[in-house]
């Protein structure tokens, strides 16, 4: 195990680094290193938690699994949303009650549905007739919630029409889980991840709020809105800060749904600014004498934990030691042998024209959806390292 520096010199402090950056700037990496800090996880939970009100929060685990973020939000009383057997049996395994985790993939394997349930989850999402049939016979009597499909989504990160289903198969599905003996309690859906302003939410809760009050004139005692994630992290463009972001949201729930019972599962909101990556130029190039854009680099790509930059949907904000010198465009790479490993070149990207093959690239804010999605090795390179701290 490498061993690292952790006295953070007081020029740091003086120069406001965060933790996460003092350390990085202290030491040195073998490979592309995402450094988290557990602290600031805990204040994003109280900043969330302090404009949902009485609303619960079930971290959406998928974000970042990392044991010691798990442990950080136990300790808090979070509740947890997971995707997968795995998912569940970590947090179980970090001393979460079965009572504080949901089961809210809509995509569920039957023998984890039975796992889940004999570990005591009672709460499960569906969105299609077989889904529901899955948990009656293998979680009987849990409480459900059907997932709507949201069409009107200004998110970055749209989670759009692969999960849910329209307002009338909801209805049914209603039906259906009373005739199967489950307890529908109510209504999920996600808004989209990376929804900038609380006001992006307004059309999505109007659709949802019409299809609430369907379900009850239809006669159904629907008490639980599981508004999913969507709150967002600092990639450059302007956000509103949690606590007002979260409370508009929550007053704009309370003015269509009244007093209902609320959950919400913020991922990325949750622990992208816990998180940056230390990774190094691998090389600088140009494609031709007269090409106008350099090609840098980096010993991370869409394969070791920047997924994200599909479409070039999230743009990560690069730190250097040379952002003091003049910058110039370049596209910006990965290092595998696969031509879909280009993370920015619609747009490129403003870096230090001086930079150069060794040299460090620090990206920000990136402790969501990043080593939760690092291949275990293309290519050979290894998987996305991470230290917390
Ligand atoms: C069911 C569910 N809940 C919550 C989240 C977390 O969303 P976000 O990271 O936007 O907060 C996701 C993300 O994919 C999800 O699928």
Request: glycine share 8%; with cysteine.
């Amino acid at each position: 195990m490498t061993a690292y520096v952790t006295e953070f010199s007081v020029r740091d402090r003086a120069r406001d680094l965060s933790r996460v950056e003092a350390f990085i700037e202290l030491n040195s990496f073998e490979r592309p290193t995402l450094v988290l800090d557990t602290d600031v996880v805990t204040d994003n939970f109280h900043a969330l938690q302090a404009g949902l009100g009485h609303a619960r929060i079930h971290y959406a685990v998928k974000a970042n699994p990392a044991p010691e973020i798990i442990d950080t939000l136990v300790a808090l009383g979070s509740h947890f949303d997971a995707a997968s057997r795995g998912e569940i049996e970590l947090c179980l395994s970090r001393g979460a009650p079965a009572s504080h985790i949901s089961f809210g993939n809509t995509v569920k394997r039957a023998s984890d549905i039975a796992f889940a349930h004999r570990a005591g989850v009672t709460l499960f999402a569906a969105d299609s007739d077989e889904e529901l049939a899955k948990i009656a016979a293998h979680a009987p009597g849990a409480q459900v919630y059907i997932r709507l499909i949201v069409e009107a989504s200004e998110a970055d990160w749209p989670l759009s029409r692969k999960f849910g289903c329209d307002r009338a198969m909801a209805l049914e599905l209603l039906d259906r889980a009373v005739d199967l003996g489950l307890e529908p309690v109510g209504f999920s859906f996600h808004v989209g991840s990376q929804t900038r302003r609380a006001s992006m939410w307004a059309p999505t809760l109007d659709e949802v709020a019409g299809t609430w009050e369907a379900a009850r004139a239809a006669g159904h005692d629907l008490h639980l809105l599981n508004i999913g994630g969507g709150f967002p992290a600092f990639y450059g463009e302007v956000i509103e800060a949690p606590t007002p972001y979260a409370a508009s949201v929550i007053s704009m729930v309370r003015d269509r749904f009244g007093d209902v019972e609320v959950m919400a599962e913020p991922g990325r909101g949750m622990v992208a600014n816990a998180g940056a990556i230390a990774a190094e130029v691998m090389l600088v190039s140009r494609k031709s004498d007269s090409d106008l854009h350099r090609w840098v680099y980096l010993d991370i790509g869409k394969f070791s934990g920047l997924a994200e930059t599909i479409d070039e949907a999230i743009r990560y904000q690069c730190a250097t030691d040379r952002d003091h010198e003049a910058t110039g465009p370049c596209v910006l790479a990965g290092p595998s042998c696969d031509s879909a490993d280009v993370l920015y070149e619609k747009t490129p990207v403003q870096l230090p024209v001086g930079l150069t093959a060794g040299d460090r690239v620090v990206i920000r804010n990136c402790g969501a959806y990043t080593s939760s999605y690092a291949s275990v090795g293309f290519n050979g390179f290894p998987p996305l390292d991470v230290v917390v701290l």
